[in-house]
Protein backbone atom coordinates (compact mmCIF):
# COMPACT_ATOMS: atom_id res chain seq x y z
CA UNK A 1 0.00 0.00 0.00
CA UNK A 2 1.02 3.70 -0.67
CA UNK A 3 1.78 6.15 2.40
CA UNK A 4 0.01 8.46 0.03
CA UNK A 5 -3.46 9.42 -0.51
CA UNK A 6 -4.58 11.81 -2.72
CA UNK A 7 -8.28 13.07 -2.53
CA UNK A 8 -10.16 14.18 -5.14
CA UNK A 9 -13.45 15.96 -5.16
CA UNK A 10 -15.68 15.80 -8.01
CA UNK A 11 -19.07 16.87 -9.08
CA UNK A 12 -19.65 16.68 -12.99
CA UNK A 13 -15.89 15.83 -13.59
CA UNK A 14 -16.65 13.04 -17.23
CA UNK A 15 -14.43 15.30 -18.98
CA UNK A 16 -11.34 15.27 -16.55
CA UNK A 17 -11.75 12.32 -14.16
CA UNK A 18 -10.03 9.17 -16.58
CA UNK A 19 -7.53 11.39 -17.87
CA UNK A 20 -6.72 13.09 -14.20
CA UNK A 21 -6.69 9.04 -12.30
CA UNK A 22 -4.10 7.86 -15.32
CA UNK A 23 -2.22 10.54 -15.14
CA UNK A 24 -1.49 10.43 -11.24
CA UNK A 25 -0.94 6.22 -11.90
CA UNK A 26 1.60 7.05 -14.26
CA UNK A 27 3.80 9.47 -11.77
CA UNK A 28 7.31 7.84 -10.76
CA UNK A 29 5.95 7.83 -6.99
CA UNK A 30 3.07 5.47 -6.52
CA UNK A 31 -0.21 7.05 -5.06
CA UNK A 32 -3.41 5.61 -3.97
CA UNK A 33 -6.55 7.96 -5.32
CA UNK A 34 -9.78 8.98 -3.32
CA UNK A 35 -12.88 9.82 -5.28
CA UNK A 36 -15.22 12.13 -2.75
CA UNK A 37 -18.09 12.62 -5.85
CA UNK A 38 -21.19 13.98 -4.51
CA UNK A 39 -24.05 12.90 -6.42
CA UNK A 40 -22.43 13.70 -10.33
CA UNK A 41 -25.45 13.42 -12.74
CA UNK A 42 -23.30 12.97 -15.85
CA UNK A 43 -21.67 9.87 -14.86
CA UNK A 44 -18.58 10.76 -13.60
CA UNK A 45 -18.76 8.17 -10.46
CA UNK A 46 -19.44 5.28 -13.26
CA UNK A 47 -16.27 6.69 -14.89
CA UNK A 48 -14.37 5.88 -11.74
CA UNK A 49 -16.05 2.55 -11.23
CA UNK A 50 -15.06 1.09 -14.72
CA UNK A 51 -11.65 2.16 -13.43
CA UNK A 52 -11.43 0.34 -10.30
CA UNK A 53 -10.82 -2.79 -12.06
CA UNK A 54 -8.17 -1.64 -13.96
CA UNK A 55 -6.60 -0.22 -10.67
CA UNK A 56 -6.92 -2.33 -7.52
CA UNK A 57 -6.20 -1.53 -4.72
CA UNK A 58 -5.53 2.11 -5.94
CA UNK A 59 -7.92 3.25 -6.56
CA UNK A 60 -11.39 4.45 -4.46
CA UNK A 61 -14.76 6.05 -3.98
CA UNK A 62 -16.55 7.48 -1.44
CA UNK A 63 -20.61 8.68 -3.07
CA UNK A 64 -22.21 10.89 -1.75
CA UNK A 65 -26.15 11.74 -1.96
CA UNK A 66 -26.08 15.50 -3.08
CA UNK A 67 -23.14 18.47 -3.33
CA UNK A 68 -22.34 19.65 -0.20
CA UNK A 69 -19.49 21.67 -0.20
CA UNK A 70 -15.77 21.28 -1.18
CA UNK A 71 -15.12 21.69 2.93
CA UNK A 72 -17.08 18.42 4.13
CA UNK A 73 -15.99 16.83 1.18
CA UNK A 74 -12.42 16.83 2.18
CA UNK A 75 -13.08 16.24 5.47
CA UNK A 76 -14.94 13.35 4.18
CA UNK A 77 -12.06 12.35 2.60
CA UNK A 78 -9.36 13.33 5.42
CA UNK A 79 -11.39 10.80 7.71
CA UNK A 80 -11.17 8.00 5.63
CA UNK A 81 -7.45 8.49 5.45
CA UNK A 82 -6.88 8.82 8.95
CA UNK A 83 -8.79 5.34 9.32
CA UNK A 84 -6.80 3.73 6.68
CA UNK A 85 -3.57 4.88 8.49
CA UNK A 86 -2.03 7.21 5.23
CA UNK A 87 0.98 9.17 6.35
CA UNK A 88 0.76 11.32 3.51
CA UNK A 89 -2.96 13.17 2.39
CA UNK A 90 -2.91 15.51 -0.76
CA UNK A 91 -5.86 17.67 -1.66
CA UNK A 92 -5.96 18.04 -5.26
CA UNK A 93 -8.55 19.35 -7.72
CA UNK A 94 -10.22 17.00 -11.29
CA UNK A 95 -9.75 19.79 -13.82
CA UNK A 96 -6.12 19.62 -13.97
CA UNK A 97 -5.72 23.23 -12.80
CA UNK A 98 -3.39 21.49 -10.23
CA UNK A 99 -0.58 19.70 -12.45
CA UNK A 100 -0.04 16.36 -11.14
CA UNK A 101 3.56 16.48 -12.10
CA UNK A 102 4.23 18.54 -8.57
CA UNK A 103 2.74 16.42 -6.57
CA UNK A 104 6.03 15.10 -6.21
CA UNK A 105 7.58 18.41 -5.04
CA UNK A 106 4.62 18.25 -2.61
CA UNK A 107 5.53 14.94 -1.35
CA UNK A 108 9.58 15.95 -1.36
CA UNK A 109 8.79 18.75 1.06
CA UNK A 110 6.88 16.58 3.18
CA UNK A 111 8.79 13.30 3.52
CA UNK A 112 12.74 14.98 3.25
CA UNK A 113 12.83 18.41 4.07
CA UNK A 114 10.93 18.55 7.35
CA UNK A 115 7.75 20.33 6.38
CA UNK A 116 4.34 19.35 8.16
CA UNK A 117 1.98 20.86 5.43
CA UNK A 118 2.88 21.53 1.97
CA UNK A 119 1.41 23.94 0.01
CA UNK A 120 1.09 24.60 -4.31
CA UNK A 121 1.37 28.39 -4.18
CA UNK A 122 0.56 30.54 -6.99
CA UNK A 123 1.74 33.70 -5.43
CA UNK A 124 4.83 33.00 -3.54
CA UNK A 125 7.00 34.09 -6.56
CA UNK A 126 4.86 36.24 -8.35
CA UNK A 127 1.75 35.18 -9.92
CA UNK A 128 2.20 32.10 -12.00
CA UNK A 129 -1.44 31.71 -12.98
CA UNK A 130 -2.29 30.72 -16.64
CA UNK A 131 -5.79 31.43 -18.72
CA UNK A 132 -7.49 33.43 -15.67
CA UNK A 133 -9.80 36.41 -16.48
CA UNK A 134 -8.13 39.34 -14.98
CA UNK A 135 -11.17 40.05 -12.50
CA UNK A 136 -10.67 36.75 -10.68
CA UNK A 137 -6.56 36.91 -10.80
CA UNK A 138 -6.76 40.20 -9.01
CA UNK A 139 -9.99 38.89 -6.79
CA UNK A 140 -8.47 36.06 -5.73
CA UNK A 141 -4.71 37.32 -5.83
CA UNK A 142 -6.30 40.15 -3.20
CA UNK A 143 -8.24 37.89 -0.79
CA UNK A 144 -4.62 36.41 -0.04
CA UNK A 145 -3.28 39.58 0.39
CA UNK A 146 -6.35 40.44 2.77
CA UNK A 147 -6.55 37.22 4.93
CA UNK A 148 -2.32 37.26 5.61
CA UNK A 149 -2.74 40.83 7.11
CA UNK A 150 -5.68 39.87 9.16
CA UNK A 151 -4.87 36.61 10.20
CA UNK A 152 -0.71 37.30 10.70
CA UNK A 153 -0.16 33.96 8.40
CA UNK A 154 3.15 34.01 6.52
CA UNK A 155 1.45 32.51 3.89
CA UNK A 156 1.39 34.16 0.34
CA UNK A 157 -1.72 31.69 -1.26
CA UNK A 158 -3.81 31.16 1.53
CA UNK A 159 -7.01 30.19 -0.62
CA UNK A 160 -4.44 27.00 -2.59
CA UNK A 161 -6.27 24.04 -2.91
CA UNK A 162 -3.23 22.21 -4.05
CA UNK A 163 -1.55 21.00 -0.84
CA UNK A 164 0.22 17.45 0.97
CA UNK A 165 -0.56 17.03 4.40
CA UNK A 166 1.18 14.90 7.21
CA UNK A 167 -1.05 12.80 9.38
CA UNK A 168 -0.36 14.19 12.14
CA UNK A 169 -1.89 17.76 11.26
CA UNK A 170 -5.02 15.88 10.49
CA UNK A 171 -5.66 13.82 13.83
CA UNK A 172 -4.48 17.72 15.86
CA UNK A 173 -6.57 19.80 14.23
CA UNK A 174 -10.63 18.97 14.93
CA UNK A 175 -12.13 18.18 11.90
CA UNK A 176 -15.83 18.21 13.17
CA UNK A 177 -15.34 21.72 13.91
CA UNK A 178 -14.06 23.20 10.95
CA UNK A 179 -16.75 26.11 9.81
CA UNK A 180 -16.29 26.52 6.38
CA UNK A 181 -17.39 24.87 3.55
CA UNK A 182 -16.30 26.83 0.51
CA UNK A 183 -13.29 27.96 -0.40
CA UNK A 184 -12.92 29.62 3.08
CA UNK A 185 -12.11 25.91 4.20
CA UNK A 186 -8.88 26.22 2.72
CA UNK A 187 -8.22 29.45 4.44
CA UNK A 188 -9.15 27.89 8.12
CA UNK A 189 -6.96 24.69 7.43
CA UNK A 190 -4.35 26.34 6.51
CA UNK A 191 -4.65 29.06 9.78
CA UNK A 192 -5.37 25.62 12.47
CA UNK A 193 -2.42 24.25 10.89
CA UNK A 194 -0.26 27.29 11.56
CA UNK A 195 -1.30 28.02 14.61
CA UNK A 196 -0.97 24.63 16.05
CA UNK A 197 2.69 25.06 15.56
CA UNK A 198 3.26 23.21 12.23
CA UNK A 199 5.70 24.20 9.76
CA UNK A 200 4.19 25.18 6.67
CA UNK A 201 5.88 25.56 3.28
CA UNK A 202 4.73 26.97 0.28
CA UNK A 203 5.73 25.33 -3.39
CA UNK A 204 6.15 27.50 -6.27
CA UNK A 205 3.57 26.06 -8.83
CA UNK A 206 2.20 27.04 -12.43
CA UNK A 207 -2.07 27.00 -12.00
CA UNK A 208 -3.41 26.32 -15.38
CA UNK A 209 -7.25 27.41 -15.40
CA UNK A 210 -9.37 24.15 -16.32
CA UNK A 211 -10.25 23.54 -20.38
CA UNK A 212 -12.38 21.02 -19.85
CA UNK A 213 -16.10 21.10 -18.16
CA UNK A 214 -17.55 23.54 -15.91
CA UNK A 215 -15.61 25.87 -13.15
CA UNK A 216 -17.16 25.86 -10.03
CA UNK A 217 -15.86 29.18 -8.44
CA UNK A 218 -17.91 32.14 -7.87
CA UNK A 219 -17.29 35.56 -6.77
CA UNK A 220 -19.72 34.46 -3.66
CA UNK A 221 -17.23 31.78 -2.83
CA UNK A 222 -14.62 34.30 -2.53
CA UNK A 223 -16.23 36.74 -0.49
CA UNK A 224 -17.49 33.68 2.14
CA UNK A 225 -13.66 33.47 2.10
CA UNK A 226 -12.93 37.26 2.93
CA UNK A 227 -15.93 37.46 5.27
CA UNK A 228 -14.89 34.62 7.25
CA UNK A 229 -11.83 36.15 8.09
CA UNK A 230 -12.73 38.06 10.79
CA UNK A 231 -14.78 36.02 12.59
CA UNK A 232 -12.23 32.73 12.51
CA UNK A 233 -9.67 35.52 13.44
CA UNK A 234 -11.28 36.66 16.50
CA UNK A 235 -12.35 33.32 17.68
CA UNK A 236 -8.75 32.05 17.34
CA UNK A 237 -7.86 34.60 20.18
CA UNK A 238 -9.87 32.65 23.02
CA UNK A 239 -8.57 29.42 21.86
CA UNK A 240 -5.96 27.18 23.56
CA UNK A 241 -3.56 26.62 20.44
CA UNK A 242 -1.65 23.63 22.62
CA UNK A 243 -0.85 20.29 20.71
Known amino acids: MSDSL ?7 EKENIESIIKKVFSLKKQFNILIVDD ?4 GTANIVKTLQKTY ?3 LFIEERIKKLGLGTAY ?5 WALKKD ?24 VKNNNGDLAIGSRYVKGVNIVNWPMSRLLLSFFASKYVK ?15 CY ?3 ILQTIELDKIQFVGYAFQIEMKFKAWKYGFKVVEVPVIFTDRKEGVSKMSGGIFFEAVFGVLQMKIKSIFKNWKK
Open 75 to 79: IHGFK
Open 56 to 58: PKK
Open 149 to 163: IITGMPIHDSTAGFK
Open 39 to 42: NSLD
Open 166 to 168: KKK
Open 86 to 109: YEFIFEMDADFSHNPDDLIKLYDV
Open 6 to 12: IIIPTFN
